[in-house]
């Protein structure tokens, strides 16, 4: 299973790269940014609530939220 989430994640993590570096082309790269990471924020709280998690902590949430904030940053200025 693991192996399946990890190829599934290199995809679309590659064709969101691909697509976005096209869509920054045509649209200013803030709001490529803007958009490709609110169509993951969708997915996440779609897929989130099937996921079984016995502990989550405030941390938790923090680090994520910083990642995501980082990696945004991060994809902006790649564009």
Sequence with gaps: MAAVLALLSAVTYGAGDFAGGLASRRLPPAAVVLRTNAIGLVGL?????????????????TLGVTGGIVGGIGILLLY
Excluded at 46 to 59: C, E, G, Q, Y
């Design 45 to 61: 709280v779609a897929v989130a609530p099937l996921i079984a998690a016995d502990d989550v902590r405030a941390h938790d949430l």
